[in-house]
C-alpha cells in the first residue's frame, strides 16, 4: 500500500525559504504513470493545490506562486521536495504531498499533512 | 482559474440521516469533479472521482452526481466515523482548485 510522508521544519522565519519533503513507501516514484503534487491548506482555509513533479524532473507549479516554488525528485531515495522563498505569515499552513494520476487529475493517496507556521 | 462554490459550508445532522452536499463550478467542466475527506490529523480520503465513481475501499453509502457545473455529494445513512469536513476539487484543467470545504457536525 503507498504511503506519503512530509517531512521538514516546523517553523521558518519571514523571508526565508520554506523546505519539505515528502517519502514515498510501498512504491516508486519513479512510475511513469504518476505526478507528485504539493497542496496546502492555510489554518481555517481551504485548500490550495501548489504543483506537481513527474520523475522525469518536468514540473507544473500553480501561477500564483510560481515565482517562488522550486520541486525536485530523488528517484534514489523514493523522495520529493517543495521549496518556497521569501515567506510570510501569509503561507503558514498544513501541506500535504499526494499522488495523482498522468491520465487523471485526483489526488490519491495523500500523506498526513505538516504544518509549517512562519513567524518570527 | 475556475471557481468552485460549495454548500452549505456547516451542516449538522444525525446518525443514520441522509445528506448532501453541494458544488457548482464556474465553468462547464464536463465530469471531472472529485471529492475528498478530511479528518484533523489524519491523510485526506478520495472518496468520489470522475463525478460518480467510487473510490476502492469507500463505503457504498457515498455517492455522487452531476455534470457541467452542478454537482452533488450523498451520504446515505451516515455513520459516526462520517463526521469531518469535505470538499470538492474539480480537475479540468490547471491550476486544480478546490471548494471551501462542508464542515459535517453530529446534531
Known amino acids: 500500500q503507498l504511503q506519503l510522508q512530509e517531512s521538514g521544519p516546523g517553523l521558518v522565519r519571514p523571508s526565508e525559504t520554506l523546505s519539505l519533503t515528502c517519502s514515498v513507501s510501498?512504491?516508486?516514484?519513479?512510475?511513469?504513470?504518476?505526478?507528485w503534487d504539493w497542496i496546502r491548506q492555510p489554518p481555517g482555509k481551504g485548500l490550495e493545490w501548489i504543483g506537481n513533479i513527474h520523475h522525469s524532473g518536468d514540473t507544473y507549479y500553480s501561477a500564483s506562486l510560481k515565482s517562488r516554488v522550486t520541486m525536485s525528485v530523488d528517484t534514489s531515495k523514493n523522495q520529493f521536495s517543495l521549496m518556497l522563498t521569501s515567506v510570510t505569515v501569509a503561507d503558514t499552513a498544513v501541506y500535504y504531498c499526494?499522488?495523482?494520476?498522468?491520465?487523471?487529475?485526483?489526488?490519491?493517496?495523500w500523506g498526513q499533512g505538516t504544518l509549517v507556521t512562519v513567524s518570527s | 482559474d475556475i471557481q468552485m462554490t460549495q454548500s452549505p459550508s456547516s451542516l449538522s445532522a444525525s446518525v443514520g440521516d441522509r445528506i448532501t452536499i453541494t458544488c457548482r463550478t464556474s465553468q462547464s467542466i464536463s465530469r471531472s469533479l472529485n471529492w475528498y475527506q478530511l479528518n484533523p490529523g489524519k491523510a485526506p480520503l478520495l472518496l468520489i472521482y470522475a463525478t460518480s465513481s467510487l473510490q476502492s475501499g469507500v463505503p457504498s453509502r457515498f455517492s455522487g452526481s452531476g455534470s457541467g457545473t452542478d454537482f452533488t455529494l450523498s451520504i446515505s445513512s451516515l455513520q459516526p466515523e462520517d463526521f469531518a469536513t469535505y470538499y470538492c476539487q474539480q480537475s479540468y484543467e490547471t491550476p486544480f482548485t478546490f471548494g471551501q470545504g462542508t464542515k459535517l457536525e453530529i446534531k
Open positions: 510501498g512504491g516508486s516514484i519513479s512510475s511513469s504513470a504518476y505526478y
Open positions: 499526494a499522488r495523482h494520476p498522468r491520465a487523471s487529475n485526483w489526488f490519491d493517496p
